[in-house]
């Protein structure tokens, strides 16, 4: 009976590392796809880069110029404006799109992640006001400081808060926690009570150009998934259609800047 218990043991186990093996061997290779995609857009982006940014800079300079010179409220004058508008847009998605392909230089040190939840919220605490979103953070006085760019970080949760915000629309909570996994880990988690990401959208929120922004470039949390990666982090998604979503990071204490 027990050389039968433990051959039993030894199937489970044996199931139970070929599954972490395949799920492991999954993620890596997704992980590979996603660089080499990356690289393809990086070298596309730095070739036309320079010669889109040049004829927008001159279509927004032209844009101001017509409507400083038509009178305000005619058609003339609103149309300047959506021209200069549009041009800041564009040249937003080719700044994101920069920063999505080229490797970022990280400038790490020892972090507070209180101070910069607590900064990165007071940073949308107008725009969550006006919206009757309320903001909820207690800082957790025993987190250890972790390695990291304090920017980049801040750039990374203002993303969450801001795509947490258009989801919610008006009068919802966006809640935030850190906490420590394990020794080397630490663990921040952005919670909204929004409409929530539909089940097919769930594996594509992190592809660059997806977005179900209506004015959106789809880069956000593209962007968002290369600065985790850069700190040799993780961030997931879940969520239920109609009831909000979560969004996790998973950060080492010791951070070493991935290539």
Do not use: C
């Not at 006085?141 to 970080?153: F, G, H, N, S």
């Not at 700190?231 to 909000?244: C, N, P, R, T």
């Amino acid at each position: 009976m027990s050389a039968l218990a433990a051959v039993l043991l030894a199937t489970l186990l044996a199931f139970f590392w070929h599954q972490r093996y395949q799920r492991s061997h999954r993620e890596l290779l997704d992980a590979m796809k996603r660089k080499e995609k990356l690289v393809a857009m990086g070298h596309l982006a730095a070739g036309v880069a320079h010669e889109i940014r040049n004829p927008l800079s001159s279509i927004k300079g032209l844009a101001k110029y017509f409507a400083e010179r038509t009178p305000a409220g005619g058609e003339s004058h609103e149309l300047a404006q959506v021209m200069a508008k549009e041009a800041d847009r564009l040249n937003r998605v080719v700044s994101e799109l920069l920063e999505l392909v080229k490797p970022a230089h990280l400038t790490l040190q020892a972090v507070n992640l209180n101070d910069i939840i607590t900064h990165s919220l007071n940073l949308v605490s107008q725009d969550a006001q006006s919206r009757e979103i309320q903001l909820r953070f207690t800082a957790n006085e025993t987190l250890k400081r972790i390695q990291a760019d304090p920017d980049r970080l801040t750039q990374v949760l203002l993303n969450l808060y801001l795509n947490a915000i258009h989801a919610i629309g008006r009068q919802g909570t966006i809640s935030v926690e850190a906490k420590e996994s394990g020794t080397d880990r630490v663990i921040i988690t952005v919670t909204d009570n929004g409409k929530g990401i539909a089940p097919d959208q769930l594996e594509a929120i992190f592809t660059p150009y997806f977005t179900t922004k209506a004015d959106g470039t789809g880069l956000g949390l593209a962007v968002v998934q290369n600065i985790i990666e850069q700190h040799g982090g993780a961030i997931k998604v879940k969520s239920i259609e109609g009831k909000g979503a979560v969004f996790t990071i998973w950060l080492p204490v010791i951070a070493r800047q991935q290539d």
